[in-house]
């Protein structure tokens, strides 16, 4: 099995994206007319892994799809941006998951049926792929909660002893519960914890960022792979919050950066976290200190927002690194409110 700078675990599902000023649908019969409908890559797992394809990383993507044309629409669109795709998994008994988002700009509503998305395990990961990753990243654990949540903490552990750091982007929780000592145990052995803000300030249970990134950096109870006893909170040592049009504050133990970039105007925001993720990590691979990675992420993810969908705007690395250049880096005081 090839190496791969980057193998990507989670979700892995078409996107039915509806653009336009007004996408609200009218229930009573009404039909409405919209910008535009399109079938796209989506599944956070997924457009992460094609947004560092395209900043030249070799990557690989474990998910889970059906037996069907919307699971054959993944594989093919994924292996034609250069994606890995010989560890999905092709469930023949279950659907693929889909998704539609009614995107308005900068803001959006998603409606997930999971399908296949859901049954991802463990199991299905293989182990020689973990050995030869330089990073694992773990998306959208909510929606694998169930069936991946219990092993991701070995699967992760696994692929840190194996040489690799790895990382967790845990995306909203549609059931509210926010976390359990699976969570905590994953975050655990994330060398990097990758929420936006309103998901770090829920993950914190936290009224503010400031009190979130305290909470979520602070000393709590390590979680081990042997203890029953679940953590007294979720912590993690490296913490990045994605903050929109505000950039990213990074935290790395005590000390705090914001990091950002002038304003663009966004078509789609579609994906733009994914896609700063992909960014990030490429940076850090490359040998890039957090503050200057978290940078490239904030260009990728701006540069994705100029076209429909979460990968069609995702750039290539020169044109994430140009925008970077012109990113800003200033303390962010640890008595600071969001």
Same mark, same amino acid.
Request: proline share 8%.
């Given at each position: 099995?090839?190496p791969?700078?980057l193998?990507?675990?989670?979700?892995?599902?078409?996107d039915?994206?509806?653009?336009?000023?007004?996408?609200?649908?009218?229930?009573?019969?009404?039909?409405?007319?919209?910008?535009?409908?399109?079938?796209?890559?989506?599944?956070?797992?997924?457009?992460?892994?094609v947004?560092?394809?395209?900043?030249?990383?070799?990557v690989?993507?474990?998910?889970?799809?059906?037996?069907?044309?919307?699971?054959?629409?993944?594989?093919?669109?994924?292996a034609?941006?250069?994606?890995?795709?010989?560890?999905?998994v092709?469930?023949?008994?279950?659907?693929?998951?889909?998704?539609?988002?009614?995107?308005?700009?900068?803001?959006r509503?998603?409606l997930t049926?999971?399908?296949?998305?859901?049954s991802?395990?463990?199991?299905?990961?293989?182990?020689?792929?973990?050995?030869?990753?330089?990073?694992?990243?773990?998306?959208?654990?909510?929606?694998?909660?169930?069936?991946?949540?219990?092993?991701?903490a070995?699967?992760?552990?696994?692929?840190?002893?194996?040489?690799?750091?790895t990382?967790?982007? %845990?995306?909203?929780?549609?059931?509210?519960?926010?976390?359990d000592?699976?969570?905590s /145990?994953a975050?655990?052995?994330?060398?990097?914890?990758?929420?936006?803000?309103?998901?770090?300030?829920?993950?914190?249970?936290?009224?503010?960022?400031?009190?979130?990134?305290?909470?979520?950096?602070?000393?709590?109870?390590?979680? %081990?792979?042997?203890s029953?006893?679940?953590?007294?909170?979720?912590?993690?040592?490296?913490?990045?919050?994605?903050?929109?049009?505000?950039?990213?504050?990074c935290?790395?133990?005590?000390?705090?950066?914001?990091v950002?970039?002038?304003?663009?105007?966004?078509?789609?925001? %579609?994906?733009?976290?994914?896609?700063?993720?992909?960014?990030?990590i490429?940076?850090l691979?490359?040998?890039?200190?957090?503050?200057?990675? /978290?940078?490239?992420?904030?260009? /990728?993810?701006?540069?994705?927002?100029?076209?429909?969908?979460?990968?069609?705007?995702?750039?290539?690395l020169?044109?994430?690194?140009?925008?970077?250049?012109?990113?800003?880096?200033r303390?962010?005081?640890?008595?600071?409110?969001?």
């Amino acid at each position: 099995m090839s190496p791969h700078d980057l193998v990507v675990l989670g979700d892995g599902n078409p996107d039915v994206l509806v653009l336009g000023d007004d996408v609200t649908p009218a229930f009573g019969q009404q039909e409405k007319l919209v910008g535009s409908i399109s079938l796209v890559i989506g599944g956070s797992a997924a457009i992460t892994a094609v947004a560092a394809a395209r900043l030249g990383l070799s990557v690989a993507l474990v998910a889970a799809v059906g037996a069907d044309p919307p699971g054959e629409f993944m594989l093919d669109q994924l292996a034609a941006e250069g994606v890995d795709v010989g560890a999905v998994v092709v469930r023949q008994d279950t659907p693929t998951g889909m998704t539609v988002a009614l995107s308005r700009g900068a803001d959006r509503a998603i409606l997930t049926a999971l399908g296949a998305v859901a049954s991802l395990t463990a199991a299905d990961i293989p182990a020689a792929l973990l050995a030869r990753a330089r990073h694992v990243h773990a998306s959208s654990y909510f929606l694998l909660q169930d069936c991946l949540g219990p092993g991701l903490a070995g699967v992760l552990s696994a692929a840190r002893a194996a040489g690799a750091t790895t990382s967790l982007d %845990t995306n909203w929780d549609p059931a509210g519960r926010w976390g359990d000592e699976h969570l905590s /145990a994953a975050i655990a052995q994330a060398d990097i914890l990758l929420p936006n803000e309103p998901e770090a300030l829920c993950l914190a249970r936290a009224p503010t960022l400031n009190a979130a990134v305290a909470s979520l950096t602070g000393p709590g109870r390590p979680a %081990t792979l042997t203890s029953s006893e679940p953590p007294a909170n979720p912590t993690t040592r490296r913490l990045v919050v994605k903050l929109g049009d505000r950039g990213a504050l990074c935290a790395d133990g005590p000390v705090r950066h914001q990091v950002s970039l002038p304003p663009v105007n966004p078509l789609d925001t %579609t994906g733009a976290g994914d896609c700063f993720n992909a960014g990030l990590i490429a940076g850090l691979l490359g040998g890039l200190a957090l503050p200057a990675a /978290a940078a490239l992420g904030c260009a /990728a993810g701006a540069l994705s927002t100029g076209a429909p969908g979460g990968t069609a705007g995702a750039p290539d690395l020169p044109a994430a690194a140009r925008l970077a250049r012109l990113a800003s880096v200033r303390d962010f005081p640890a008595e600071r409110t969001s």
